[in-house]
């Protein structure tokens, strides 16, 4: 544990494009002490009734807000970066580090359920670690979350079979009027200027390509979630395929400033310095 008061946590895998330090000014941090992250806003599933058993009523607004409770998603919380006050939070901390320890994993042999057979991982830990101590000052950071990669129609093959480049201006004219669609296994989080903040997933198409491969073109647009719904209710914005790839549909995609994309070379030149393949 960090000897610090204040700690920010941050997976691996977790890279920002901007200083990490702005979250600790954040309104809703000093305000609460507590800030998270919403997960993808995908597959709809509704765990009110789950809720219902293991949160104590009266229930807080913020649980019958969320995802769980409305059904929208069976994901509310992404767990690549929380930032915490510990002494104003240190009983839920506790909690959470008990959620996230012997009572994680099932025992069929001594008819135990696990904490991460009822949810995706230590994802929803958080959170649900605050409500079940009683403490509901946390605090959802209200950026958006979306994707980053290539707008499609970028890459073409040609009559030999080879794969030719295709000029961002070409592509975003081919697809005037149409929705947009990125595939990619990183998400995106956006400051609440819309602007990226951080994105996990580290920075190759699957976790077995070489260092040698990664490209700054890979990430070429980003995306961010619409919060319009299709017309039976459902959200069906998102599409997911293997090696944790994640393809978004949006009406419209934006492109990175000049400062962002010098970032995103940084990240990547750093990261081919190293053998991580």
Partial sequence: ?????????????????????????????????????????????????????????PYSAQVKSSRLWTGESGHQQESGVVLVDKWKHFVPLLLCARLNGQDRDSDSDKGKQGVYDMVYGDKETFWLSWELAGDVEYSFHQGGAGVMGRLNGTEEIDMEGKVKQVSLIEAAEANKGKNITVCAPQLLHLDTDGRPLWFNGWISKDKNERSGNVDISAFQVFLEEPEYKAANGENNMWEIHEANVCCLTAPKFFTFTKEEKEVLQMILDTAKSVDWS
């Fill in 1 to 57: 544990m960090s000897s610090f008061r204040e700690a920010l946590f941050i997976d691996a895998d977790a890279l920002f494009l901007t200083s990490p330090t702005a979250l600790f000014d954040s309104p809703q941090y000093t305000k609460t002490g507590a800030l998270f992250f919403l997960d993808r806003n995908i597959s709809p599933e509704s765990k009110r009734g789950w809720l219902r058993t293991i949160i104590p009523p």
